[in-house]
């Protein structure tokens, strides 16, 4: 059974810290160091008036602490630990955010369609990357790149229209925010599937659509 967990397990579990009261910066270097993940940091959260309000300025911000600080952020992300802390001593509690199209892309899905399809998956014994799970209730699955190209398609032949499923893909341009980052006060980022050395490897896009997809088409 697929649990929402609270930390990463297996030998990476002694090194990377709990979610709740850790070190951002040194869950950022985490994740480039033993990931490989390019990371960069985001916008952060500060306490206006008894309100957790974005660091951007802007009081309706949509993802409040937990998007691009600045335009040039592609630019700016970077797959060396060395660089990301010294990147979060500058901003201690910058969100940590992934650029996607680089070592991973991200397929973006309903929350309740996510979990049914974690089931179908475990039945299925398919092999998954990490997936996380927003406060803004979506799951995001971690796939090899290139799944921004090959997506419509695939559910074409699947026998549904990709305009037609809650049902998106984070490709190159675009980026993921990691566990532990905070959606303002709607919680923070988790690991619905955990970074593991198991799942090191992603699987490719063509291996999780289908179970995606019809889980999709479940939830319209």
């Not at 892309?105 to 979990?115: H, M, N, Q, Y």
Request: net charge neutral.
């Amino acid at each position: 059974m697929f649990i929402v967990e609270e930390t990463i397990a297996g030998t990476e579990a002694a090194q990377i810290p709990k979610q709740r009261g850790e070190s951002l910066l040194e869950t950022a270097v985490r994740y480039a160091e033993e990931r490989h993940w390019d990371v960069f940091p985001g916008t952060w959260l500060e306490a206006v008036d008894g309100r957790q309000l974005c660091s951007c300025g802007d009081a309706a911000c949509p993802a409040p602490g937990s998007h691009p600080a600045r335009p040039d952020w592609a630019t700016q992300a970077t797959g060396s630990a060395t660089v990301a802390r010294r990147m979060w001593q500058k901003q201690p509690t910058a969100s940590i955010l992934l650029p996607t199209g680089r070592t991973f892309d991200a397929i973006s899905v309903p929350e309740t369609a996510g979990f049914l399809a974690l089931a179908r998956m475990e039945r299925m014994e398919l092999t998954l990357g990490p997936v996380t799970l927003t406060p803004d209730r979506r799951m995001e699955f971690f796939v090899l790149p290139g799944a921004a190209v090959k997506i419509p398609d695939l559910v074409r032949k699947l026998g549904w229209s990709l305009a037609s499923l809650d049902l998106t893909v984070l490709g190159e341009g675009a980026y993921v925010a990691a566990p532990p980052t905070r959606f303002g006060s709607r919680g923070a980022v988790q690991w619905a599937c955990r970074p593991t050395p198991a799942n090191r490897w992603l699987p490719d896009a063509e291996e999780l659509i289908s179970p995606l997809a019809y889980a999709c088409g479940r939830d319209r």
